[in-house]
């Protein structure tokens, strides 16, 4: 079946850098983008940024950028988020989700989300 | 802040109707699809509506989307107790390039 599957939960002291990997099975990866969406305790989602796999272009929220590179393995049909210089505010839960550019399908297939604490 | 304008909290009872709303500019809303998507407690989000008014296989018809110019709606009719949950509304950006989404709804049936 189609699905994204994430690494597994981290801790993070305040300035490290942070990568988070997205395994898609189930369907021609290439032929979608990769979004990654992050929640903070409590809080709503939040749009980080997409790549497509299919050429690799990337598009990042503004707040992130600087800080954030998406990339994308295709013969493993992964992508991987980093997050360089991790705050205390960096603590949530981070998903990734498949889409189509324009949203015309929405984002139709997520990850269980990977876990994140930035914490000294 | 959260780009697309939605209620922070709805409520209704079993069995009832309850619309949810979402409102956003003519660079998304506008003139791009509408997604929706429930997120249960402890769960990551799931689409309910694409394209505006698109259902996903699974997805029980009770849940419905409209648009209208710059504004959105999800409707869920027969409301259950397991429709207790956070829902979001997502729409492409033209002038960013990119999705934007609403700030979610939590839905709580009384």
């Known amino acids: 079946q189609v699905q994204l599957v994430q690494s597994g939960a981290e801790v993070k002291k305040p300035g490290a850098s942070l990568n988070v990997s997205c395994r898609a099975s189930g369907y021609a990866f290439s032929g979608y983008s990769i979004n990654w969406v992050r929640q903070a305790p409590g809080q709503g989602l939040e749009w980080m940024g997409w790549i497509s796999a299919y050429n690799g272009y990337t598009s990042y929220a503004q707040k992130f950028q600087g800080r954030v590179t998406m990339t994308t393995d295709t013969p493993t049909s992964t992508a991987y988020m980093e997050l360089r210089g991790l705050k205390s505010d960096d603590t949530a839960k981070y998903y990734c989700?498949?889409?189509?550019?324009?949203?015309?399908?929405?984002?139709?297939?997520w990850g269980q989300g990977t876990t994140v604490i930035v914490s000294s | 802040q959260p780009v697309l304008t939605q209620p922070p909290s709805a409520s209704g009872t079993p069995g009832r109707r309850v619309t949810i709303s979402c409102s956003g500019t003519s660079s998304n809303i506008g003139s791009n699809d509408v997604s929706w998507y429930q997120q249960l407690p402890g769960t990551a989000p799931k689409v309910l509506i694409y394209r505006n008014d698109h259902r996903p296989s699974g997805v029980p018809d009770r849940f419905s989307g409209s648009k209208s110019g710059i504004s959105a709606s999800l409707a869920i009719s027969g409301l259950q107790s397991e429709d207790e949950a956070d829902y979001y509304c997502a729409a492409w950006d033209d002038n960013r390039g990119s999705p934007v989404l609403g700030g979610g709804t939590k839905l709580t049936v009384l």
């Open positions: 989700a498949r889409g189509l550019q324009y949203l015309t399908s929405g984002l139709d297939v």
